[in-house]
């Protein structure tokens, strides 16, 4: 400040209040630097001036570059005291965490045989629970994203491999011209006054051979789930890779054995079947009732009512692309019909569509579509839907798809098949006009169609149970018992529980970070117990005062007064109010040039 001015109203704090105040400090000029002035000297001369000052000096104890470095100090221990208990919290939260990571080696060298003697019944024993876990769907962590591979399983079981078995049921008009044509051939050139029994047995064989496909269709599904168990399981392995690396190796081998024995059961269990045919079956309809009901055939469709079969929701698509392309309805299936509605309600029926005669089709959606979508068609070629020759359908999930496939199999709409086998049968194998033939057609009809409902029952229970026993339960035991024994007797332990060195480095960082955890907490303690805060000053309201100091911004008139009147057009102009820190001096003139001569004129280029 220059010699003269007085600072004392800011200092004391009265001309524009701030909530800490101001401290004063006297800093060292360009010639006290260059004159070699030191810091001690200069804290001396700045103590000097504050007492010797008239107008200052009943501030000096609150003056000065030592009483500033005081009050940051006590700010910042402030800043402190607010914020340690909320950072003491998260490093808690912190070490907690990092207790349960570096327990089994924070006392512990990497390098010591002990520790990975444990670590290697850990991860085995690990593995086993997580195994475990997965199939039979214990644990408190569910996920709820996405279904596990023992979910998968049960599908397999109940939803896929039923409706598997139900697609490779033929329709009715190619299974009656097969055992029209086994029952001539039967008789050769006899005529036949009774039905054979050799084409029951021809059909029903036939029959039950085509069952084998899908059960070994099962076996390969559930192969492909327990690998991505095996899979699933062995990320916790990450840390010793060639024990990930050999876990997985011997328990796919297991499996693999396991299914060859398990494949192998499977064509015993349908040798068996073929073996011999209990016609002595309590369920078997038997010939005399077989030939009755042939006799009391009517030529009607069968029928068993209009029960509802299956409902739900799925997408629609033969919608116009104005009107978005497809749109969700509620569909319900019956034995005779399939209709949909606005919403589950079932009041606002939209569309009503007779099952007769209709076929199912896989339909291929976009590469970037999520859905599974199928289609009910004609045969005939005729119109399904409005102008669409086939209603196309989809729905959110796979489960969901063969669910409703199923269901349609149920109702009768079979999947489309190939016609190639058609075309090379002559036209007199098909039909015939004998009344007899047909009598005996409709006879084996019933009598195949009884004696494969019994063994397509006992397939569906039995081959479930035989991958459980065989395959699943025998794997879950053999992770159980004897992992350990084939993993020390396949390599050396050393070998095994190398670690890798991205988790060599990983767990260097986290023994460090627990360290420094534990200093932070100590050292926190110990500024919590010796350190003490003050109570920041209260808040001062100079609104009014800083309003004469910004050009002219103006945020409204304070509360409590009139708002000055606004000038009218007459009206002379308000004098803007001098500033109370600016002393009022007259305006400066305008120099004049000392020969009182005019501005000389602008020089102009010369032509």
């Known amino acids: 400040m220059d010699d003269g001015t007085d600072a004392r109203a800011i200092l004391e704090n009265r001309l524009l209040p701030l909530r800490r105040g101001y401290v004063g400090v006297v800093n060292r000029s360009q010639k006290d630097i260059d004159g070699r002035k030191d810091i001690k000297a200069a804290l001396a001369a700045e103590r000097k001036f504050f007492l010797s000052h008239d107008s200052y ?104 491999f039923p409706f598997e078995i139900v697609k490779m049921e033929y329709d009715e008009r190619r299974l009656r011209r097969e055992i029209s044509i086994t029952i001539k051939n039967a008789l050769g050139v006899r005529v036949g006054l009774f039905t054979p029994d050799m084409a029951f047995e021809a059909i029903t064989k036939k029959q039950i051979s085509r069952l084998k496909e899908p059960a070994l269709k099962c076996v390969d599904l559930v192969i492909s789930e327990l690998n991505n168990i095996i899979r699933q399981c062995g990320e916790k392995m990450t840390q010793y890779p060639r024990l990930r690396e050999e876990t997985e190796r011997i328990i796919s081998q297991h499996v693999r054995e396991r299914e060859q024995r398990t494949k192998d059961h499977v064509h015993l269990l349908f040798n068996v079947q073929l073996a011999y045919m209990n016609t002595n079956n309590e369920d078997f309809i038997g010939f005399a009732n077989a030939q009755n009901k042939a006799n009391r055939r009517t030529g009607e469709k069968k029928s068993v009512g209009n029960q509802v079969i299956f409902k739900g929701w799925m997408s629609l698509h033969n919608i116009s692309f104005m009107k978005g392309g497809s749109r969700d309805y509620w569909f319900v299936l019956t034995a005779e019909n399939f209709m949909w509605f606005k919403d589950e309600e079932e009041k606002e029926k939209k569309f009503y569509l007779p099952l007769e005669g209709l076929m199912l089709r896989d339909v291929e959606q976009g590469f970037m579509s999520k859905k599974h979508a199928f289609a009910l068609f004609n045969p005939d070629h005729r119109n399904v839907y409005k102008d669409y020759k086939q209603l196309e359908l989809s729905c959110e999930s796979e489960d969901a798809s063969y669910r409703w496939k199923a269901s349609f199999l149920r109702a009768g709409v079979y999947p489309e098949r190939n016609q190639d086998d058609d075309d090379h049968i002559p036209a007199h194998d098909i039909d015939s006009n004998d009344p007899v033939l047909e009598r005996q057609v409709e006879t084996i009809r019933n009598l195949v169609d009884s004696y494969t409902a019994i063994v397509s029952k006992q397939v569906r229970d039995i081959v479930p149970k035989t991958i459980m026993c065989l395959m699943i339960k025998d794997t879950k035991e053999f992770i159980k018992s004897d992992l350990l024994a084939y993993l020390y007797s396949s390599a050396d332990q050393n070998d095994l529980m190398e670690e890798s060195a991205d988790e060599a480095n990983r767990r260097e960082e986290m023994i460090r970070m627990y360290h420094a955890t534990k200093d932070a907490l100590k050292i926190i303690g110990d500024i919590s117990m010796k350190t003490k805060a003050t109570p920041m000053p209260p808040r001062v309201d100079n609104d009014n005062l800083i309003k004469p100091f910004t050009n002219g911004a103006s945020t409204g008139p304070p509360q409590g007064r009139k708002p000055p009147p606004r000038p009218t057009a007459h009206a002379a102009p308000r004098s803007v109010p001098a500033r109370p820190d600016l002393p009022n001096r007259p305006a400066p003139g305008v120099p004049r040039r000392p020969d009182n001569k005019g501005v000389p004129a602008v020089p102009t280029r010369p032509r």
């Open 57 to 160: 000096r009943h501030l000096a104890s609150k003056m000065g570059t030592s009483y500033l470095q005081k009050v940051l100090n006590q700010q910042l221990t402030n800043h402190i005291c607010d914020t340690i208990p909320q950072l003491r919290n998260k490093l808690q939260g912190q070490l907690l965490l990092l207790e349960k990571d570096v327990g089994e080696y924070k006392n512990v060298s990497a390098d010591d045989p002990a520790r990975k003697t444990k670590a290697l019944l850990m991860m085995v024993q690990q593995f086993s629970e997580n195994f475990d876990r997965i199939l039979v769907g214990s644990g408190d962590k569910v996920d709820t994203s996405e279904l596990s591979s023992g979910a998968m399983i049960n599908r397999i079981f109940h939803v896929q």
